[in-house]
């Protein structure tokens, strides 16, 4: 393929030697081409993620993963970030509640980022491959049953992004009323829609979530967090948990999304029931989290000979650095889509499980379904981190819903009485407010106890 010499048609910074900009629909229809631009320029490449909102793009692999394993050059603690510690980036920015400063493993370093991560990695550990894919199976039958008799299906909002959140609902021991707001807010802080007001909603949500556990705690992830000899604060938990159940919200359900898309337009992989290697190639050509990893150098220093200042915000390019690799076929090392170093994803295994366990139960399910319209007409969610489709719509020979089967459900407290709400800092000083649908989470416990 011949590498471009000019920004793609359509990029503002066609022969301007502007940024490039990430958030554009331009951008999510053909981030390759981009990226093949952005290869020209050096290990680096100038971008805006939002208005007003620069950063440094690392597309080189070797580049990206000589930062991800560098954390004294490179950090994650966000209030090191010049341009927003000087009012350089508006406070109601899209982009800010997946940036700023949370106290989990995400955004510190040193011993407190080992003491936070070791925690999670241990509660996961609890959650056997058994019971996960049961709760997997169980939530993509309920899922598949609400529109098999249809003979088609948008499998991106049907199904896609809704299984993990459901999955994750049910490993963290989270009732049907604060399941549902979880579920607005994950949505709305990665569709960037009234991002401020929808991690206000999730945080608070989370903080009821905790102060239940602390109550009546269960067999669940939650829980274990609390139980762990790393003794988190109420923050500190509050905001792990929205850690997790974010990257096991939006990030998942776009791996299963893109992994349907690979399978649905590589015949050979849905033909041999090939699921580990249709999310092998969607991890390197589509991962889900493209553009992110965001790092602050401490001091003036270089990303493979390319300047980089104090505080700056630099991120990584997943995506860049992996097709890149790919299309010299040097697939003998692995891709950075679980990213590397010491905030390489935490639960990348339970993750895989996920989404190979959901891909595999709706083709079993439906297994003549195809995509209703062509490829190249599905249209990819403007957006600088995820990659992302707005849309899967299929269609298959309708089936009749399958009738549930009574789970070996984990003993859950039931809501009762529930102490006030954890407030975890100024995330939460006000309550958030906002009509929340009680379908979701709640038709998923309804069906699942019978």
């Known amino acids: 393929m011949t ?55 690392v597309t080189d692999y070797n ?33 800010l509640p997946l940036l700023a400063y949370r106290p989990n493993c995400m955004f510190t370093d040193g011993a407190e980022h080992q003491r936070l991560r070791q925690a999670i990695t241990d509660s996961f550990t609890r959650i056997s491959n058994n019971r996960l894919s049961k709760i997997v199976q169980q939530a993509a039958l309920f899922l598949i049953n609400q529109f098999s008799a249809r003979g088609s299906a948008d499998l991106l909002n049907d199904y896609a992004k809704q299984l993990p959140l459901y999955v994750f609902n049910e490993l963290f021991g989270c009732p049907a009323e604060i399941g549902d ?7 709305g802080m990665f569709d960037g829609v009234n991002a401020e007001q929808a991690s206000q909603v999730l945080v608070q949500a989370v903080g009821e979530l905790v102060a239940l556990k602390r109550n009546q705690p269960g067999e669940d992830i939650t829980s274990y967090l609390m139980q762990h000899p790393a003794q988190l604060t109420n923050e500190e938990l509050v905001h792990t948990l929205v850690l997790l159940l974010g990257a096991g919200g ?32 969607t991890l390197w050509r589509n991962p889900p989290m493209s553009n992110y990893a965001p790092h602050y150098p ?22 860049a650095a992996n097709t890149a690799l790919a299309d010299r076929g040097a697939d003998t090392r692995g891709h950075l889509a679980w ?15 996920i989404a190979a366990t959901g ?9 003549d379904v195809e995509l209703a319209v062509p490829a190249d007409s599905l249209v990819w969610r403007p957006g600088p981190f995820n990659r992302a489709l707005a849309s899967l719509p299929v269609r298959f020979g309708a089936v009749a819903p399958r009738p549930a089967v009574q789970p070996q459900r984990s003993a859950a ?8 709400p954890v407030t975890p800092g100024p995330a939460t000083s006000q309550p958030a407010t906002g009509k929340v649908g009680r379908s979701g989470w709640s038709g998923f416990m309804k069906w699942l106890t019978g």
């Open 3 to 57: 590498t471009p010499s000019v920004p793609p048609p359509g990029c503002p910074a066609h022969g301007s030697g502007q940024r490039i900009p990430l958030h554009t629909p331009e951008f999510a229809a053909d981030p390759h081409a981009y990226y093949r631009y952005m290869h020209q320029l050096g290990p680096t490449a100038p971008v805006t993620i939002a208005p007003g909102v620069d950063a440094t793009l």
């Open 63 to 95: 580049a990206a993963l000589e930062l991800l394993q560098d954390p004294t050059t490179f950090r994650k603690d966000s209030r090191r970030w010049r341009a927003l510690n000087e009012g350089h980036i508006s406070p109601d920015s899209p982009v």
């Open 181 to 187: 707001r979880v579920l607005f807010g994950i949505s």
């Open 250 to 281: 939006e990030p998942e359900g776009n791996l299963l999304g893109n992994g349907f898309y690979t399978m649905l337009t590589n015949e050979h992989y849905a033909r041999n029931g090939q699921f580990d290697k249709a999310l092998d190639e």
């Open 298 to 319: 401490v001091a003036d220093t270089d990303v493979a000979g390319d300047k980089v200042h104090t505080g700056e915000l630099v991120l990584v390019s997943f995506g």
């Open 339 to 353: 990213s590397a170093g010491p905030h390489s994803c935490p639960s990348k295994e339970p993750a895989w499980l």
């Open 359 to 367: 891909l595999e139960a709706l083709f079993n399910a439906l297994p």
């Open 413 to 420: 407290p039931q809501p009762g009485h529930v102490q006030q």
